[in-house]
């Protein structure tokens, strides 16, 4: 008679589990330049993930990214602190046409020119690690790399990179790719490369971005064992064989 099987009672529980029930999403405010409606929903997934702390944006602009991630951390009762990096001017401009950041607690700004404000930051602030990183201020490969080198060596364990324009369909965006492809292979780091192709192509020109994260490095310990289960697996009459001379031992 076959055995019956015995039912986790857990495993019967059906549950609904509704998107709002795990992140609740600001209104977009979409911007040229800006991330696209998707990026900035593919950004809001790794946090609700990461709960990050510390989360640096390079390159602002008219701030529609800072004031999602903003609006995200808040709705999504995150306590974090988002520091964005661009030039005195712009940000000076910045807080002179949305006066959302003039009372806003968790958006600090760093005035200066990349890399050079980002290292004396770091410089002043040494104990603090990078949670999140959104990449996005000159699209060369020579400020990509050294903005991602820099962040990289201040970035928490299970840190995420988000490098917008990692495209190699568009001639200007060709350098952030291949930056990207440079450091990761340098750093030791992996490469999701994430497409966000907007519903309105035509409000959005840039839809392709890529994700980066350490590798996982496992132990020799854990290599060993998977070895020997696989090969348990894969050749089960030589393992039986093998146990049998044990036992005649
Ligand atoms: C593409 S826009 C950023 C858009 C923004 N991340 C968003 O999603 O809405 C690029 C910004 O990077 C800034 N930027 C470019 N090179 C920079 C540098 N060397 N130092 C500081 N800011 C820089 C520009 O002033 C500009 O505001």
Known sequence: ??????????????????????????????????????????????????????????????????????????????????????????????????????????????????????????AKNSSLMIDFAVVDATHSYNAVYDELALISSHLSKDGYIFCHDYDLDEKSHVGVALAVEDFCRKFDFTVMPLLSRPPTPKTDASWQAALLRRKLKPTWNQRLTHWRADARERYPRLTALIRKLRNMK
């Open 1 to 122: 008679m076959p055995q019956q099987r015995l039912l986790d009672p857990a495993e019967e529980l059906l549950r609904e589990v509704c998107f709002n029930d795990i992140a609740k999403i600001p209104i977009l405010l979409q911007q040229r330049a800006s991330l696209t409606p998707l990026e900035k929903t593919q950004v809001g997934l790794i946090m609700i993930a990461l709960q990050p702390k510390v989360i640096v944006e390079t390159g602002v602009w008219r701030g529609r990214t800072t004031r999602f991630l903003s609006e995200f951390l808040t709705y999504n009762q995150i306590t974090g602190m988002i520091y964005g990096f661009d030039f005195p001017d712009v940000i000076d401009e910045l807080h002179e046409i949305d006066p959302f950041f003039k009372n806003v607690i968790n958006v600090d700004f760093v005035k200066g020119a990349l890399p050079a404000s980002m290292k004396e930051w770091l």
